[in-house]
């Protein structure tokens, strides 16, 4: 689909202040959000006050460099020492205002619960309909939104985006909520306009379009697709879009960044709303800032939140931040897409890689499906790990052979190490829907070595 050349009407003032506008603002906002966190959050406080630093002391973006950094560690230890929500969420006042609780992922530990004052509520809401209508959702538009309602945010904030722009909703959730069947159903029934979904649940919709003697391409009225939550590889951004004929838009966040970011119709990197949000990069070994365009672990800070801000969050995933202008008119910053996490990074064979970098590749290959895993022998001191990765169908135990052989050439191209890869029929890598629920969110798993006397058993 073409960038849209009226697109700039589309965009707020703010979008397009000068940098010393949005320095402006941001210093303002975040004086009045350290005052708040001072007078409210302990945990901030505390912390605060043993680095020496009172609020009258943050005046300027260069004062904030002066605040520590926090981190998973600091929560999950205050929520351990002041049960059942820690400080970190404001005092007892703060708590009884409290609209809606909502919970970290869980992907490195148990789920931590982050509360939402209504004011959060409806500047989230706020930030999620400016995503939206930088990706072409107007007033009229309907959205199927197959995304979980859970104690994660994501599905919550793109129903709530999207009425606050004015748009309708069809919350049929996931194919856990609403079977799949169904969902097509829906979709070519009622016609909504905008499919919220992620990669590959999109995909699974196509198929089960397929199987009902439907054309994904031309039998529904999807002219754009939200996408969110899994990684968007080129080659699987354009599968989705050609097969629904529909422009794919990639988004990120998290529970603690809700709705930071937004993709424009200009493809390039994910806006960060900077009347909302800070965000940095930082050596991950020295916490020191790196250049612009140069890639370092994220740290966030929220600028708006009354209950649970966060002051210099190390997220922990590896981005850059472009400061270039951008096609589209907007002058707030760019993020890239994620490289991989710090706490994820391996050393394989000397070689330093991220598990993300790993999927990037995976997708490439349309033969395989969206189940894999690293599993990393712990007992070798080379650091060996194989690729363990589903098919998309089942194979030939020699089809099976020469696909493995060209995933493992193409990891050696991209990542500069060449690993045993081994490609499992579909269903049987992650059989126990438990397991494969965990994958999802620790795609590196550790195994003694074992011998192997013979080649694993397929279902050929």
């Known amino acids: 689909m073409p960038f849209e050349t009226n697109a700039a009407l589309a965009i707020e003032p703010i979008e397009r202040a000068s940098r010393a506008e949005i320095v402006a603002l941001q210093e303002k906002l975040l004086r009045e959000a350290v005052a708040r966190a001072w007078e409210s959050v302990p945990f901030y406080r505390q912390r605060w006050e043993a680095a020496g630093i009172r609020p009258g002391d943050i005046c300027t973006l260069d004062d904030f460099l002066r605040l520590p950094i926090v981190s998973k560690t600091d929560f999950d230890a205050d929520l351990i020492a002041h049960p059942p929500f820690g400080t970190y969420q404001g005092s007892a006042q703060q708590l009884g205002r409290v609209a809606r609780v909502h919970a970290s992922s869980g992907t490195t530990g148990d789920p931590r619960p982050i509360l939402c004052t209504l004011a959060d509520v409806e500047r989230i809401a706020q930030l999620s309909a400016r995503r939206l209508r930088a990706q072409g959702v107007r007033p009229g538009d309907l959205l199927q939104v197959t995304l979980p309602y859970t104690l994660y945010i994501g599905g919550t904030i793109a129903l709530e985006g999207a009425m606050a722009l004015g748009a309708g909703v069809i919350p049929t959730g996931t194919g856990a909520m609403t079977h799949s069947r169904r969902q097509v159903e829906i979709a070519h029934r009622w016609r909504p306009t905008v499919l919220c979904a992620t990669p590959s649940y999109a995909l699974k919709l196509a198929d089960t379009a397929v199987a009902m003697k439907l054309d994904p391409a031309k039998d529904f009225a999807f002219r754009m697709i939200y996408v969110t939550a899994e990684v968007l590889t080129p080659e699987l951004r354009r599968e989705v879009g050609e097969r629904w004929n529909a422009e794919v838009f990639d988004n990120y966040g998290s529970v603690e960044a809700a709705a930071s970011t937004y993709e424009c119709a200009a493809h390039c990197g994910w806006h960060i709303s900077e009347d909302a949000y800070i965000f940095e990069t930082v050596d991950r070994v020295t916490d020191q800032p790196v250049p612009s365009g140069e890639d370092g672990v994220l740290l966030i800070t929220t600028l708006f939140r009354e209950a649970a801000p966060f002051f210099r969050y190390r997220v922990g995933d590896i981005v850059s931040i472009d400061s270039q202008p951008c096609a589209c008119g907007r002058t707030f910053r760019r993020m ?91 269903g049987t890598l992650f059989p126990n829907p438990d397991d494969r629920a965990k994958v999802k969110t620790k795609r590196v798993i550790e195994r003694q070595s074992k011998p192997r006397s013979a080649p694993p058993l397929w279902t050929d």
């Open 336 to 426: 890239s897409t994620v490289k991989g996490r710090a706490d994820e990074m391996l050393k394989l064979r000397g070689i330093s890689v991220y598990p993300t970098a790993i999927e990037r590749v995976l997708r490439g290959f349309p033969e395989l499906g969206i189940d894999w895993q690293l599993v990393v022998d712990n007992k070798l001191s080379a650091h060996e790990a194989m690729v363990e990765v589903e098919a998309m169908k089942g194979l030939t135990y020699a089809e099976r052979t020469a696909l493995a052989n060209r995933v493992a050439d193409r990891l050696k191209e991209t990542i500069g190490v060449l690993p045993e890869v081994e490609i499992f029929d579909p």
